[in-house]
């Protein structure tokens, strides 16, 4: 059972990236990056139970943490910086 949900979060991030390369506006991939870290979280916490590691869990929360920031600080500077002149 494990197996099958790392190869479904496998195929959810391949799914993401190419959602992120082929977004039509900023925020669309935006979302997908977003979206990306929260499947690797899941991927970082699923096969650390499966390997059998002790401090997945830690791992995993900090680099969620660093997920929720990193977004924060992009949709900030989207917020004030329009690329395209489109109206957000």
Not at 2 to 11: E, G, M, R, T, W
Not at 13 to 36: C, E, H, K, Q, W
């Given at each position: 059972m ?10 959810t ?25 929260t ?50």
């Open positions: 494990i197996a099958a949900a790392v190869v479904a979060l496998l195929i991030l391949a799914l993401t990236l190419i959602r992120a390369f082929m977004g039509p506006s900023i925020y669309d991939r935006i979302l997908a990056v977003n979206s990306f870290g499947k690797t979280v899941l991927l970082i916490v699923v096969g650390g139970h499966a390997l059998g590691w002790f401090s997945y869990i830690d791992i995993a929360l900090m680099y969620a943490l660093v997920n929720f920031v990193g977004t924060l600080a992009v949709m900030r500077f989207f917020e004030q910086y329009n690329p395209r002149g489109e109206e957000l």
